[in-house]
């Protein structure tokens, strides 16, 4: 089994900011919720931890790793998406400033660049292999990946067969522990956005 957790919340991830490169901290509620998410995995057997080494994903994974004695072993294939000239503008604020490049970036992310910001054909091939670096390693055990949305998003698209475009119709919670497993059959997508933690008193 694979654990794919998005980080908990930061500030921005509050404010609905597009957060890349910004190395945040997680604010209380993400804290909070990381160490929710702890206490739900706290009986399931992990093999090992890995993480984007962005302070967020780093902090949410500590808190899985605490009472384990385990490392956490950062890997920077799993960093999420630089949003260049985007970096830290919501949504709305990205459609005012930038309609045209935005809306066909949304549509057609393989050959419209986000300016100033990472191509996708660098950043899908980066995370793809990351994933397949980090899961061959572990043929037959659990481990968990703490990650940000972007790279679950393409993790996921991946297993599934989904087009680029499509992978943002992929729903994920901050916070969210969703999951693949190897069979015969190959990679399968058995959880998704599941925070079901937050419902465990």
Known sequence: MIYLIRHTETEWNEQFRYIGRTDLHLSELGRQHAGMIAKWFADVRLDAIYASPMVRALETAATLAADRDMVIEKVQGLREIDFGAWEGLTHGEILERDPDNFNRWLTDPETQPIPEGEPWSSFEARVG??????????????????????PIKVIVGQTLGLPAANYWQ?????????????????LRVTLLNDTCYLRVS
């Open 170 to 186: 992929v729903y994920l919670d901050k916070g969210a522990i969703s999951a693949v497993i190897r069979d015969e059959r190959g």
């Open 129 to 150: 292999q990351a994933f397949a670096d980090v899961t061959a390693k572990h043929a037959g055990e659990t481990i968990a990946i703490v990650s940000h949305g972007g």
